[in-house]
């Protein structure tokens, strides 16, 4: 499977931005799925997760209430709504896949995942 991100920008604190992930060459619905970021200087992180169902989500605890995971199997899209964005925020995203037979599992660790997108910058300005 092939990965597409898009969405990022320049906004300011406070904003808002729509990343979506498009998967091609097969269907998403063969995968969970994972949206990472990583910031200058430092290590790739999980920002959100989402089953082969789309019924079980993961947030990290820094955008727990402000970031909405979720995907549309028919469309092979998995998006990733941003809300209240902070300077901190600022990295560039990633989607991720991995394929798996378990619908309802999620994956946190970047090493379940076999599939990259090439990343969208975001930049949140104070």
């Known amino acids: 499977v092939q990965l597409q991100a898009s969405g990022g920008g320049l906004v300011q604190a406070g904003g808002s931005l729509r990343l979506s992930c498009a998967a091609s060459?097969?269907?998403?619905?063969?995968?969970?799925m994972g949206w990472f970021r990583q910031a200058p200087g430092k290590e790739r992180e999980v920002v959100a997760a989402?089953?082969?169902?789309?019924?079980?989500?993961y947030y990290t605890d820094s955008v727990k209430g402000r970031f909405t995971i979720s995907r549309d199997n028919t469309k092979s899209t998995v998006d990733l709504h941003v809300n209240n964005l902070k300077p901190e925020d600022t990295a560039v995203y990633y989607c991720?896949?991995?394929?798996?037979?378990?619908?309802?599992?999620?994956?946190?660790?970047?090493?379940?995942?076999?599939?990259w997108g090439q990343g969208t910058q975001v930049t949140v300005s104070s």
């Open positions: 991720a896949a991995t394929n798996t037979f378990q619908i309802n599992r999620i994956y946190t660790s970047d090493r379940n995942y076999s599939y």
């Open positions: 060459g097969r269907t998403v619905s063969s995968y969970a």
């Open positions: 989402i089953s082969r169902s789309g019924g079980y989500t």
